[in-house]
């Protein structure tokens, strides 16, 4: 990373991942009452939860995509690692609908499960250019996992 932090462009990246994340929590129309109406799976922890963790992971999103940005890497690797940053962040997006919204449970876990793939290939790309910017995204590939193990639990207990 450059010697000097931009807060100005760090608030940018930060505010930016989490209007991502609340303009699809707000097109899923609400998941409250999604939970009531399926059999739920083991360990499913309470709705105020979610929102809580989402909002963390997204400011460490931006984060770590600010600190790849403002690297020292050669630019055609920043522009790759941003490219797939900004797709992880899209399919991310989508999937809360389809689960939430469209209660496409099956088309959500592929969904959940392309987007574990994607976040992979995010935190190799990020550590490969500066590695704690990689390594604070591991927190997210675990949430993230967690609601693949939730999305497709849902789906067979159902």
């Known amino acids: 990373m450059k010697n000097k932090i931009n807060f ?3 608030l940018i990246y930060i505010i930016s991942a989490e209007l991502a994340g609340a303009l699809s929590a707000l097109l899923t129309g609400g998941y409250g009452d999604f939970f009531v109406k399926y059999r739920e799976p083991p360990l ?3 709705a105020w939860l979610f ?3 989402w909002t963390i992971l997204y400011a460490v999103m931006g984060i770590s995509a600010y600190m790849i940005k403002n690297s020292r890497a050669y630019e ?3 522009k790759s690692a941003l490219k797939n940053y900004r ?3 899209f399919v991310n997006f989508s999937w809360s609908i389809v689960f939430f919204r469209f209660e496409k449970l099956f088309l959500s876990a592929g969904i959940i499960i392309f987007l574990l793939v994607l976040i992979l290939k995010m935190i190799v790309d990020f550590r ?3 590695p704690l910017a990689g390594n604070l995204n591991i927190p997210y590939f675990v949430w993230v996992l967690f609601a693949a193990y939730l ?3 849902i789906f067979i207990k159902n």
């Open 8 to 10: 100005t462009e760090l």
């Open 44 to 46: 499913l922890p309470p």
């Open 51 to 53: 929102p809580v963790v």
């Open 76 to 78: 055609d690797d920043i």
């Open 87 to 89: 797709a992880q962040l």
């Open 128 to 130: 490969k250019i500066k």
């Open 151 to 153: 999305n497709i639990a």
